[in-house]
């Protein structure tokens, strides 16, 4: 599912930013970040791009969240549900960041050991490019995103602490388990 899902957005993206002439690199997050993508599932996205002219990144950025938000439309139109309220979107102002925008909000994530701002943030710790020039996003969580982590083992345990948290939800052994599940006789 994931595959199919990556070559349906690429296409409508490849169509869209071929209409707007915008480069930019769109990252998959969550579970399409994890390429465990099911049958059902919502948008989760956001957008990083370099811009052209740094004393005009506001007006570059209004492009890109234009073509952002057309490619929202475009997949919702295909099934892809928006994320509830459009707040992992790459057409919302906060996930449509440059480069360095990204390294400091990543920065700001990890530097302040706040486990609600951990949990809040997570779904972008396991992002991926999708369309655009994979090496920004490489960078943002090879060269940048790992060596933040290398010297804060606080929000590394943090996150260790959340996924251990998280029970499996097939055959973890429990009555509400899909695949222990009986039906008891009715009195």
Same mark, same amino acid.
């Given at each position: 599912?994931?595959?199919?899902?990556?070559?349906?957005?690429?296409?409508?993206?490849?169509?869209?930013?071929?209409?707007?002439?915008?480069?930019?690199?769109?990252?998959?997050?969550?579970?399409?970040?994890?390429?465990?993508?099911?049958?059902?599932?919502?948008?989760?996205?956001?957008?990083?791009?370099?811009?052209?002219?740094?004393?005009?990144?506001?007006?570059?950025?209004?492009?890109?969240?234009? &073509?952002?938000?057309? %490619?929202?439309? @475009?997949?919702?139109?295909?099934?892809?549900?928006?994320?509830?309220? /459009?707040?992992? =979107? #790459?057409?919302?102002?906060?996930?449509?960041?440059?480069?360095?925008?990204?390294?400091?909000?990543?920065?700001?994530?990890?530097?302040?050991?706040?486990?609600?701002?951990?949990?809040?943030?997570?779904?972008?710790?396991?992002?991926?490019?999708?369309?655009?020039?994979?090496?920004?996003?490489?960078?943002?969580?090879?060269?940048?995103?790992?060596?933040?982590?290398?010297?804060?083992?606080?929000?590394?345990? &943090?996150?260790?602490? %959340?996924?251990? @948290?998280?029970?499996?939800?097939?055959?973890?052994?429990?009555?509400? /388990?899909?695949? =222990? #599940?009986?039906?008891?006789?009715?009195?």
């Amino acid at each position: 599912m994931s595959s199919i899902n990556d070559r349906l957005t690429q296409r409508l993206l490849a169509v869209i930013a071929g209409q707007t002439h915008r480069a930019a690199v769109l990252a998959c997050v969550r579970i399409e970040g994890r390429e465990e993508q099911g049958f059902v599932t919502d948008q989760d996205n956001g957008l990083v791009f370099v811009p052209l002219a740094p004393a005009n990144i506001e007006a570059e950025r209004a492009g890109y969240l234009e &073509m952002a938000q057309r %490619m929202n439309d @475009a997949l919702d139109r295909c099934g892809f549900d928006r994320c509830k309220g /459009s707040i992992a =979107t #790459a057409g919302n102002v906060e996930w449509c960041l440059t480069l360095d925008e990204w390294k400091t909000k990543f920065s700001q994530w990890i530097e302040h050991d706040n486990a609600i701002r951990i949990a809040e943030c997570d779904d972008f710790f396991d992002l991926r490019g999708i369309f655009g020039d994979g090496k920004l996003v490489a960078e943002l969580l090879r060269d940048h995103f790992t060596r933040k982590f290398a010297v804060n083992t606080i929000c590394l345990k &943090m996150l260790a602490a %959340m996924a251990l @948290a998280v029970r499996p939800p097939i055959g973890n052994g429990t009555a509400s /388990s899909p695949m =222990t #599940a009986r039906s008891e006789p009715s009195t």
